[in-house]
């Protein structure tokens, strides 16, 4: 059974940095793309950043790119979100997210996700 474990959320002022986690388990890590995304309250769930199985490509959304850096350690099984340059827009619950089929191409549909975290919040102050 695969799962996910999102860790590394919290409170900073605008302008700050945050690193996510994503400990993943329950099946090879290394052969599967993962992803970032958050939901805001009252809003969907949007796409963020995703990284390919072998971490060669990184693919971000135009809202958080030049602020968001997506890795992967494969070793470790886990998966991070550097985040910096923080706006308060960018509060909301990120998830982290693996897709279903092995050695996929990274994409931003939530629908090629088959396992998702429980999410980790993030608030940023003004």
């Known amino acids: 059974q695969v799962q996910l474990v999102e860790s590394g959320g919290g409170l900073v002022q605008a302008g700050g940095s945050l690193r996510l986690s994503c400990a993943a388990s329950?099946?090879?890590?290394?052969?599967?793309?993962m992803g970032w995304f958050r939901q805001a309250p009252g809003k969907e769930r949007e796409f963020v950043a995703a990284?390919?199985?072998?971490?060669?490509?990184?693919y971000y959304a135009e809202s958080v790119k030049g602020r968001f850096t997506i890795s992967r350690d494969n070793a470790k099984n886990t998966m991070y979100l550097q985040m910096i340059s923080l706006k308060p827009e960018d509060t909301a619950v990120y998830y982290c997210?693996?897709?279903?089929?092995?050695?996929?191409?990274?994409?931003?549909?939530?629908?090629?996700?088959?396992?998702w975290g429980q999410g980790t919040q993030v608030t940023v102050s003004s």
């Open positions: 329950g099946r090879t890590f290394s052969r599967y793309t």
């Open positions: 997210a693996a897709q279903g089929e092995p050695y996929s191409s990274t994409s931003s549909s939530p629908s090629l996700y088959d396992y």
């Open positions: 990284i390919s199985w072998y971490g060669g490509i990184a």
